[in-house]
Nanobody, 123 residues
Framework: QAQLVESGGGLVQAGGSLRLSCAAS????????MGWFRQVPGKEREFVAA????????YYADSVKGRFTISADSANNVVYLQMNSLKAEDTAVYYC????????????????WGQGTQVTVSS
């Protein structure tokens, strides 16, 4: 059974950095694109970033472009989200997800999900 497990969330001051990790197991995710979404209470889960395992191609939500970077260690099946210059509005639960749909930003295309990790940015 496919499993995605996030880690690395926490409390950070505005302007600080965090790196989230997503460990993938139980399935060969090589044919998938990996992504990060986030959700705050009362709002829909929103796209943050996604990319391929090996080609290095990635794409981002406008709200995080230039501040966040998605990367992958395909040898160890780990996906990262480096978050710099964090803002209070980045506070959310962050989810790792996988999709076979190329270059999708739609959460409905992502079929495997982690349990989420909380990121809190204090202003």
């Amino acid at each position: 059974q496919a499993q995605l497990v996030e880690s690395g969330g926490g409390l950070v001051q505005a302007g600080g950095s965090l790196r989230l990790s997503c460990a993938a197991s139980g399935r060969t995710f090589g044919a998938y694109m990996m992504g990060w979404f986030r959700q705050v209470p009362g709002k829909e889960r929103e796209f943050v970033a996604a990319g391929t395992w090996s080609s290095g191609y990635s794409y981002y939500a406008d709200s995080v472009k230039g501040r966040f970077t998605i990367s992958a260690d395909s040898a160890n099946n780990v996906v990262y989200l480096q978050m710099n210059s964090l803002k209070a509005e980045d506070t959310a639960v962050y989810y790792c997800a996988a999709t076979r749909s190329a270059y999708s930003r739609d959460r409905r295309d992502f079929t495997s999900w982690g349990q989420g990790t909380q990121v809190t940015v204090s202003s």
